[in-house]
């Protein structure tokens, strides 16, 4: 792997309810602990956040259901590592508790040059990438996943 780049990651998801409804609470207070674990583990570089210091208020689409989370890892390994063998992984695995399945990608991953900062704007081009041509360099999944370029 190159140091020089690091992988840039998008999730959105569309919730059952409004975050601040019953149906979505124990997701909503996990929200802070599960940012500050992301940001402890070994290969975090980065998340997007607002001034409320997560990023459920950012909005990337209309409908105010949908939420939105970008981060940045030094490896896919490092990501892989929080996302399913954290204390993440429980949350992941109860997902459908919270939120609808989705008809398109709510994930994307692509590789970024080592410094480079990213948005949902950015993000949701890569998601529309991926629908649009499935996965390539410049849009994958965990599933079907590229290497980072050589310099």
Request: glycine share 4%; aromatic share 10%.
């Given at each position: ?19 601040d ?34 990023a ?5 689409y ?12 030094e ?14 992984g ?54 079907d ?7």
């Amino acid at each position: 792997m190159s140091a020089a780049y690091h992988l840039a990651q998008i999730n959105v998801a569309r919730a059952r309810a409004p975050l601040d409804s019953p149906v979505m609470k124990e997701f909503v207070d996990a929200i802070d602990a599960m940012n500050a674990l992301g940001e402890r583990s070994p290969g975090f570089v980065w998340r997007l956040k607002s001034d409320s210091g997560n990023a459920t208020d950012i909005r990337a689409y209309d409908d105010p259901l949908m939420i939105v989370n970008v981060t940045v890892w030094e490896s896919l390994e490092a990501l892989r590592d929080y996302a399913f063998k954290s204390h993440h992984g429980e949350y992941f695995r109860r997902r459908a508790e919270w939120f609808e399945k989705m008809d398109t990608p709510s994930l994307a991953l692509w590789w970024i040059p080592a410094g480079t900062v990213v948005d949902e704007v950015e993000g949701k081009r890569r998601l529309e990438i991926l629908a649009r041509n499935g996965p390539t360099p410049e849009a994958f999944t965990l599933r079907d996943r590229f290497r980072p370029p050589l310099d």
